[in-house]
């Protein structure tokens, strides 16, 4: 245990019930609290995963550099890893993104390069971002993270598949937000390997409806709905996906704080706004499991919490 130092406080979350906002005869709604991780976001449980197996398979040794581009949660959380690693890491990342990441990530003693933008994210800066990461990538020492392809992703977040199953024994719906689609895949990976095989429901905001319609657009849901395939999403797994209203999310992250006590941001409220109507459909007696992404500290100053 003390030889894994400080990557031994990732994961082993609370598994919560939110007793209170269940609706009447409605199912069990419980929440992974992933904000307990030391980042504050379930992005600690992949970059140990990435990192901590490159290590192992020799592929990134103390002293070489991760690089990965990013817009902040993904790039705090290999921050953090890295230094706990002995390795350092350099994030491509712009000015479009917010400056609070920007910092945290230096805060870890990263080097952050920032692409210069018009203050919005588009498909012709994220291409820039990318084309900078894998140039510094292909120098000596160097290794590159890859966040939207490392099968060591998606592995990551099966242990938190296997927390919840020794917690609950019996899932009947698994239903989260999709970024990249791996928190919610490789969570049903886990609890598939405890032998629970409950219904998987992948969400995303109706502003940006690509997954239920084919047609993308502009939304605020930090991390989710990124306007493009998710790469690990397992679509002949998923039972159904649903497009719920950033409003409804935005409004279920302050009232969460306030009769829950739950402190979180805008992918958790969207996650909580479907596994509680999943509870009315499906009524008492079964058990709706969604995931805690990160924490509201994140979000604090901007739109969500005022
Ligand atoms: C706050 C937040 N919620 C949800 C997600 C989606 O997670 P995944 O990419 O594993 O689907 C992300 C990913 O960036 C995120 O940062």
Redesign the pocket.
Known sequence: MCSKGVLAAVGNTPLIRLERLEPAGGAEVWLKLEAGNPTG???DR?AVSVLGRAMERGELAPGNRVVEYTG???GTALAFVSAALGVTFTAVFSDAFSASKRLAMEAFGAEVLVEESDGTITPELIQRMKARAYALAEEPGSFYADQFGSAD?RAG?EPMGHEIAADLGQVDVLV?????????M?TADGLAARGIDPRLIALEPAQSPLLTTGKGGPHR????G?GFA?P??DRGRLAEVRAIDQDRAFEMCRTLARQAGVFC????GLNVVAAIELSRELGRGRKVVT?G??SGA?YLGGHIYG
């Open positions: 976001s379930y992005k992949m902040g949660s993904t992703v977040y989260a937000a999709v970024g990249t689609g791996a928190a919610l490789g849901v930090e991390g989710i990124v998710p690990f999403l941001g805008g992918s958790t995931l992404c990160d994140k």
